[in-house]
């Protein structure tokens, strides 16, 4: 049987990912990228934009169907803002577009499209409905010495309708004294897509497998159904890589209700002269759901 993996600290001794600061967001340590101290994770980001659009004010019930999101660069480990701004608004569909500022530079820019809420019985049009995902009881940690965004993510194997599948929740708030709904949560870890094919291979094989390039995702689109559920939040993903440079990831989206929407990302490959191989914690079965 595996030993339990030690978490670093309790839920309650992690700080949130970013304390308000009038407009401006400063982050904790928790928000730092993976590939600089100096440097915010793009999942951060992700999930400030999708709290812009999120919260940008509307005359009739509106859900975000669809979230672009542009990573133009990282942004740095200090205060910033967002910004929003409606780009047209019709009677059903709403075109926004949001932008991450720091120091006077932009940093990341997104589109969205929100859809007045309107009831619809589209039951006989429907194919049966996918079974619902499972989500095991273990709990993966993540690669020893970790100091970045991934510290405050819980992460869960699974089954989807194809096939392996992970669940991830974020353990801490995005912003401190604000409940993360379940878009931020879901736009937040959709920075994973990606990878999350390379973490079932890295458990599976017990290492990262070896290769002379890096993988970076320069955006990310959500397309949804429904608003997402805030807590665990599944990827069901997919990464094929090409011999030019780049590469394309998509998942299946799901909440505890369902399927809830999709993810796809372009992913930049980069040369690389060596790459580090990263042991992962044994599993952690249980622990609060």
Do not use: K
Request: hydrophobic share 40%; charged share 20%; with cysteine.
């Amino acid at each position: 049987m595996s030993q339990a993996a030690e978490d670093p600290q309790a839920d309650e001794e992690l700080p949130p990912v970013f304390t308000r600061a009038g407009a401006a967001f400063l982050p904790s340590p928790l928000a730092c990228s993976p590939w600089s101290e100096q440097q915010q994770h793009g999942a951060v980001m992700l999930g400030l934009l999708a709290r812009a659009i999120e919260q940008f004010p509307s005359d009739e019930p509106r859900q975000v169907t669809r979230l672009t999101v542009d990573l133009m660069r990282a942004a740095p480990m200090s205060a910033v803002e967002t910004r929003c701004r409606a780009l047209r608004t019709g009677r059903w569909v709403e075109t926004l577009e949001a932008s991450l500022w720091a120091g006077g530079e932009e940093y990341a820019h997104a589109t969205a499209m929100r859809f007045r809420r309107q009831e619809v019985d589209t039951s006989a049009a429907r194919a049966a409905p996918a079974a619902r995902a499972r989500r095991d009881a273990e709990e993966w940690g993540p690669p020893r010495g970790v100091r970045f965004f991934a510290r405050c993510v819980r992460m869960r194997p699974g089954q989807g309708a194809r096939g392996r599948m992970l669940w991830y929740r974020m353990r801490v708030p995005l912003v401190a004294g604000e409940p993360t709904s379940g878009l931020q949560h879901a736009a937040a870890v959709s920075d994973f897509t990606y990878g999350t094919p390379m973490v079932l291979r890295a458990h599976s094989d017990g290492l990262l497998a070896e290769r002379d390039f890096s993988t970076i995702n320069p955006d990310t689109t959500l397309n949804l159904l429904r608003a997402p559920q805030a807590g665990w939040i599944g990827l069901e993903s997919q990464l094929e890589l090409g011999d030019c440079g780049a590469g394309v990831a998509v998942a299946t989206l799901w909440d505890d209700l369902g399927i809830v929407g999709s993810v796809s990302q372009s992913v930049l490959l980069r040369p690389l002269a060596s790459q580090t191989r990263l042991g992962w914690r044994p599993p952690r079965r249980g622990g609060a759901d």
